[in-house]
């Protein structure tokens, strides 16, 4: 059921705010990655855990790491989105779902809603830390704590 730790970032190419082909694995190799799934642009969790991501970005980047987030909204859904609340990160299309298969994410609330997902890989790309909450609030925080641990490894 999904990826457990220890798994590789699984590599799928999906269309980024721009309409550009993005891979999902890459930056293995080069640097940690967060990549969270959300259920859709606009709604008050989705927006709320967008802006926790782009509040702490910095955050991220200091740690060597990049945030990619993913939703099924349309590229141009993604470009409005991160225009209204600048959003610095990467934003992936997922229409067909094939992300969230390739991840395992499941929908939750008797499968009505397409689940909120977080997943930390480190810089080779393996996947150290899985966090499920349909809730936005404990998304960034947790990430942020993983990372700092792999940075405190790698010294």
Do not use: W
Not at 2 to 12: A, Q
Request: glycine fraction near 6%; charged fraction near 30%.
């Amino acid at each position: 059921m999904g990826l457990k730790r220890g798994d590789t970032v699984p590599s799928v190419i999906l269309k980024d705010k721009d309409n550009k082909p993005f891979n999902t694995s890459k930056f293995k190799g080069e640097k940690a990655v967060v990549i969270y799934f959300y259920p859709k642009n606009f709604t008050s969790e989705c927006t709320k855990e967008a802006c926790e991501f782009r509040d702490s970005y910095q955050d991220f980047k200091d740690l060597g790491a990049e945030v990619i987030a993913i939703s099924a909204d349309s590229e141009a859904s993604h470009s409005k989105f991160v225009n209204k609340f600048n959003l610095p990160f990467v934003f992936l299309s997922d229409k067909n779902k094939e992300a969230r298969k390739a991840f395992g994410v499941q929908s939750s609330l008797l499968g009505l809603v397409p689940g909120r997902e977080t997943f930390i890989f480190d810089k080779k790309g393996v996947l150290r830390m899985r966090f499920n909450n349909m809730f936005a609030s404990g998304h960034t925080e947790k990430a942020l704590e993983k990372l700092k641990i792999l940075k405190d490894e790698e010294v």
